[in-house]
Structures are given as C-alpha cells and as structure tokens.
C-alpha cells in the first residue's frame, strides 16, 4: 500500500471515529433532555397516597380499576389464580350489585378489595358531601359482601382534593404506570408499556372490564416474573 493510500484509509478511519464519538454525545444529550422533560407520572406525587415501604425486593403492585365485569373478571382471578399471584381490585359499586359472588371469590382468592366509589364520577369536582356519600354508599355495600370495610380507595380519573383528603379516613391509592389500556385495546400495547415502564416498587393500573386488559396484565405477569418481579397488593407496597 503507498503511503498516501495508507495516509487516506487513516483519516478516514479517524473520521469514521469522530462520526461514531459524536453519534453517542448526542444520543445521551437527547436522552438526558427526554428524561429532564418527562412529567412526574400521575398525580401520585401531589397527593399523599403513602410512602413506599423500602425493600430490596422487585415487588410490584397490579390494580384493577372499574370492576367487577362478569365475565373478564373471573377469566382474570383465574389466570391470578393459577399463576398465585395477588392483585388490587377498585371496585365501582355500579358494578358490585348482582355480582357479589365474584367479589366473594376475590376475597378469598386473597386479593385487596379497594373502592372506586359507588359510580364513576370526577370527585374532586363534586363537593364534599356529594364524595363522602359515594364513597360510603360502597364502602356499605363492599362491607355486606366480604365483612370489612375497604380501606383503600382510587377515586375515578384520579380526581381528588386535600379537602376530601381531611374527611375521609381511607388511604388513596393513584399509580405509577398508566398503559392507557382502556384506551387502545390491545393488548400487546399494554404489555409492551407496562414491561417497558415498570420499576420496583411500582403501582400499576389497568382495567378488568376489558378482555385484552386481562390478556395483557397475565402476559405481562409472566414476562415480569422471569425478569425476577413479585406481585403484591398495594397494602404490602405502601406505608399507611
Ligand atoms: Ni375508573
């Protein structure tokens, strides 16, 4: 090889370097930005939903939102079942009534029933008195059912005051992952999200009125638990 052809391949060689130098420094300043940019998730930070108990564990939280629905929420206590695997359910009182034998099973499948208030509505918005009747009207029903009153409660959209915070002696429970899964419906989208996003310590939310919710929260429970994930309720999870 002459010695301007080897002088050629050598700058080229350095210049490829460089290329390759500066491809990283701007890869780790887009992510360093993304990462400056992304907002807290949830509104889990502004209101007290209780500190997280420490633990070396990778232990997460799976809650279920707006049951119970006839048919997907025994298709999913069974798939929990059959991996022994615990979940939180927030019930929506609308749905309890006719359905209390699927509440029954969850209870003694080992699950934490939680409360979503009797219907769906928004209640930081309502006042006081109008919050405080929906939460009681199914924390009744909830107690007829399984003999206890639900001490955890996710208000719908996670709309929620300090004032009601003041009145109601419940621990408020938002989340950490959102895969949106009522939304898109489909569920290799939400698994996608979900193994995506998820970290120790993490509550996820999810929907069991959906058959793809519930095929997403069992695929994504077995993708979990070979990356060496636990599954427990938002009691084990959260300090009162
Ligand atoms: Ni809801």
Known sequence: MSSIRRKITCLLLVLALDLVFLRGMYYSYVQAKDTLFIPVSGDSEEINDGG????GDKQIALTFDD???SVYTPQLLNGLRERGVHATFFLLGENVEGREDIVKQMYHDGHLI???GYSHIQMGKETVKTACEQIEENNKKI???IGKRPQYLRPPYGSWTEELE???DMTVVMW???PLDWKSQNAKKVVRHIVKNVEPGDIILLHDVFPTSVEAALE???ALIKQGYTFVTVDELLVD
Not at 52 to 55: A, I, V
């Open 52 to 55: 997280r108990k420490f633990s």
């Open 67 to 69: 049951g119970p629905d």
């Open 114 to 116: 939680g409360s979503h």
């Open 143 to 145: 107690e007829a059912i």
């Open 166 to 168: 003041c009145t109601i």
């Open 176 to 178: 950490d992952v959102d």
């Open 220 to 222: 994504a429970i077995d």
